[in-house]
């Protein structure tokens, strides 16, 4: 099949071109070649490109940058997503989009299915969730798939940063009462081939939940167990409401439910604690 992977040069896009190159042919863009604020060029660019599958993984995911650039964000995230819609439309192509968990207001303590209504609190959660939209109005067989606390080895993320600090630092300290599920580029790259021949919204994250706290303290007891050496094994816990330098507010419980996702693939993603245990041992520890 011929693949083409927006956002290539991101932590997700990267991890899925890898994943996929050995089977299919891939091309990935990343932003500095195809970028999704000029829609005409967009448009122009993929008329002249051949391909069956589009897998859309280029966003603003900045959240508290697009609290203060809305327009910039729609823009990305919202309509953009619509013109690659109509683009796979008018090319009979199928459509993989990204979205994410904080299309959701955090106010529930059950995980979330897909039928759940969303109800943003931030600016990148609205535009995200106009994304949905404008790419499910165009095409029913395109599929949305949101996802949570992305990590990988392609760019580095909040398991990054508490292990470098932690490797600096006799003190580290994460948010414990904010509550969702880590997930693996490299599980999301393995589980999306499994079902993405379906439409529609799709939740995808390895199994379980946990706090910042306690998803740093998971990834500090590995690299110990690893032989890595850190200053500081212990995370403390912080609120959520301490953390006065975001600008947009967070959901507190995001956790996604995988029960379309189990049911359409016959099976259910690793549990996020062997995620990241995987993921320290494979990328972190060797470096
Ligand atoms: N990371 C998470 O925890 C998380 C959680 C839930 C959902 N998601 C969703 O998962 C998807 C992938 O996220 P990710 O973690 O891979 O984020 P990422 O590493 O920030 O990747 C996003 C990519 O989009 C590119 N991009 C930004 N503006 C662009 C533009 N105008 N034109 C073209 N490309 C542009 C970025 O390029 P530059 O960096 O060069 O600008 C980057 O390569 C996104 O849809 C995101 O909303 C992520």
Redesign the pocket.
Known sequence: MKLLV????????AALVRGYSRDHDVRGF???E????DLPRLREALATLDFDLLI???????VDYCESHRAEAFL??AE?PGVLAETCRKKRAKLIH?????VFDGERSTPYREDDAAAPLSVYGES?LGGERAVLDVSEEALVV??????GP??P?FVDQVIRRAREHDQVAAVSDKISTPTY?FDIAQSLAATWENGGLLHLANEGACSWQEYAQHALDCCTAGGLKLKSNHVDPLKLRDMTNFMARRPVYTVLSTDRFAQLSGFRPRSWREAVAAYVKDHVAKQ
């Open positions: 927006l956002g290539a040069g991101g932590r997700l896009g990343s932003h500095a195809l970028d999704l604020t859309n993984c280029a966003a603003l995911t900045n990305i995230n953009a990204f979205s994410t968990d904080y995200k949101r996802v949570s606390w992305v990590f392609d760019r993320s580029t």
